[in-house]
């Protein structure tokens, strides 16, 4: 079956100690990328990679960092997460193609509290 | 910057209704527009997927249609039930990268 696979689901941490969500998909897409959902603001990018080894920042980066070092693997990492990137995390993939013009498929999020 | 609004942000019909979501975008250079439902504290199904050079795409009960030089895209969800409720969200991929750019949803409740 064709997935996103977010991990954890749902974590509640403390500030400062360094996190990492992990997001794998089986699609063999090059592009993916991270969202947050907040009340009000909507869901915002913070990161994107058009492939292995390349990435880019998105809308909201501050605080984040993420790594591709394999084509289906691409951890969010919080190296010293703070109470304000408390939120439900999405993760999201697609293929690339000439012309953007490819569906994009989403994981079952990651509820993160810091407190 | 593309700049995505839906209205409305909540919406409650008895169940058996029609109804219409809007969704408004600001730029009309996209790739394509996505439909998706967002049921509560959960992840995102894609419902339905508008290429640009597309006028309208349909699933079972539900029918999106774009008009890319107006700026606007409507999700038609017939004969509603309980089970439709949920959150809609419309995201619009822009010729400008490839980011999505959300709206904020419309909240949907289906009363029995």
């Known amino acids: 079956e064709a997935q996103v696979t977010q991990n954890p689901r749902y974590l509640i941490t403390v500030t400062g100690k360094k996190l990492t969500v992990t997001c794998s998909q089986n699609?063999?897409?090059?592009?993916m990328s991270w969202y947050r959902q907040d009340p009000g603001l909507g869901l915002r990018q913070i990161y994107y990679?058009?492939?292995?080894?390349?990435?880019d920042k998105g809308d909201v980066p501050e605080g984040y960092k993420v790594s591709r070092k394999e084509k289906r693997n691409f951890p969010l990492i919080l190296e010293s997460p703070s109470p304000n990137q408390t939120s439900l995390y999405f993760c999201?993939?697609?293929?690339?193609?000439?012309?953007?013009?490819?569906?994009?498929?989403f994981g079952q999020g990651t509820r993160l509290t810091v407190v | 910057k593309q700049e995505v609004t839906q209205i409305p942000a909540a919406l409650s019909v008895p169940e058996g209704e029609n109804l219409v979501l809007n969704c408004s975008f600001t730029?009309?250079?996209?790739?394509?527009l996505q439909w998706f439902r967002q049921d509560p504290g959960k992840g995102l199904t894609s419902l339905l997927l508008?290429?640009?050079?597309?006028r309208e795409q349909t699933s079972g009960r539900l029918n999106a249609s774009l008009d890319k030089s107006s700026g606007r895209s409507t999700l038609y969800i017939a004969a509603s039930q309980p089970g439709d409720s949920a959150t809609y969200l419309c995201?619009?991929?822009?010729?400008?990268?490839?980011?999505?750019?959300f709206g904020k949803g419309t909240s949907l409740l289906v009363t029995p």
């Open positions: 999201a993939s697609r293929p690339y193609r000439t012309g953007g013009d490819t569906e994009a498929f």
């Open positions: 699609m063999n897409h090059e592009y």
């Open positions: 990679s058009m492939n292995v080894e390349v990435t």
């Open positions: 730029d009309s250079a996209i790739y394509n």
């Open positions: 508008i290429q640009s050079s597309q």
């Open positions: 995201a619009v991929n822009s010729n400008s990268g490839y980011a999505l750019n």
